[in-house]
């Protein structure tokens, strides 16, 4: 009986993969009824089972720019746990106004609880898009860029990866583990301590793994793209130079030969997207100069 009971949950689990939420329930519902009538499972199991097949259901369910908020918030709260806010008022007041322009110009204007930017106190070269419209860059990572286009670059592409969701796509494969986590809590409620405890230990450490996947993982090359080409579009819409996105990276580059934390740990090689970048941007007429946004750049980032 218990090897029926550890069965159950596995097909429904199969279920949802290759039949869809909707098509899960269904599934589920002749499932239980059949396992009911053959003495397989009992009333009260196939009633855990059905509430277990709703909470999955419910998983693929597009989350609401509510729940977009408190999940970013969250995750940057744990970020700003290992990286302090940088105390500067002045740099944290322009970048947040640039960062605000930028926006402004995404296809993500607004957000349940507006566009939050910040600077941690870090000389690691790193920066993080949390769901929301939460983007933390480093000191490190504003040292990366040397004019007011480059640090304009930097925002575009980590709003890229906002507007993009990326950072949801990770949530919501936690949400989907979390689901299966009620699945086999609820299926298992009758087997035996060792079986349960196992099950609950597998659960457990999937779920520990979301936030370490978005702050320590970073996200695959072909999600960075994605950004470079938001954030090209977005330079592009409110007049910065595209060109500045490589001429970061280049920077970066530089100082990542000397310096293998943070960024370099997580994300392509920038010479990498520095290729895929000129093949996006081509002939490009530059923008032309403009000494305002380099004065602005020098005095609220000057000396940090």
Not at 267 to 277: C, E, F, N, V, Y
Request: with cysteine; net charge negative.
């Amino acid at each position: 009986m218990i090897t029926e009971r550890i069965i159950l949950p596995t097909i429904l689990v199969l279920a949802a993969v290759f039949t869809g939420c909707k098509s899960l329930e269904v599934v589920t519902k002749v499932t239980t009824t059949v396992g009911v009538a053959t003495g397989t499972i009992s009333a009260e199991q196939a009633q855990s089972i059905d509430r277990s097949a709703t909470a999955v259901g419910k998983a693929f369910e597009k989350l609401t720019p509510e729940q977009e908020y408190y999940i970013g918030r969250s995750v940057a709260a744990t970020i700003l746990v290992d990286y302090k806010p940088f105390d500067h008022a002045a740099a944290t007041r322009y970048i947040n106004t640039l960062g605000m322009a930028l926006a402004l110009s995404s296809d993500k204007p607004e957000t349940f609880g507006g566009w939050h930017f910040l600077i941690m106190d870090t000389d690691e070269i790193n920066a993080f898009a949390a769901p929301g419209g939460f983007i933390l860059l480093s000191r490190g990572m504003l040292h990366c860029c040397r004019s007011e286009d480059e640090l304009a670059a930097v925002l575009a592409h980590e709003i890229g990866h906002v507007q993009r969701e990326h950072g949801l796509r990770a949530i919501n494969s936690s949400r989907w583990t979390s689901a299966f986590t009620i699945l086999g809590t609820e299926a298992a409620k009758n087997l035996g301590g060792q079986q349960l405890a196992e099950m609950t230990t597998v659960f457990e450490g999937s779920i520990s793994d979301v936030t370490s996947t978005l702050a320590n993982s970073g996200y695959a090359r072909k999600l960075e793209r994605e950004a470079d080409a938001d954030a090209v579009v977005i330079l592009q819409r409110v007049g910065y130079n595209p060109t500045g996105l490589i001429n970061m990276l280049g920077e970066m580059s530089r100082r990542l030969e000397k310096d293998t934390r943070g960024f370099a740990k997580t994300h392509p090689d920038p010479q990498d997207r520095i290729k895929d970048l000129k093949k996006l941007i081509g002939t490009v007429t530059p923008e032309a100069e403009h000494p305002a946004r380099q004065a602005r750049f020098n005095t609220a980032l000057g000396g940090i």
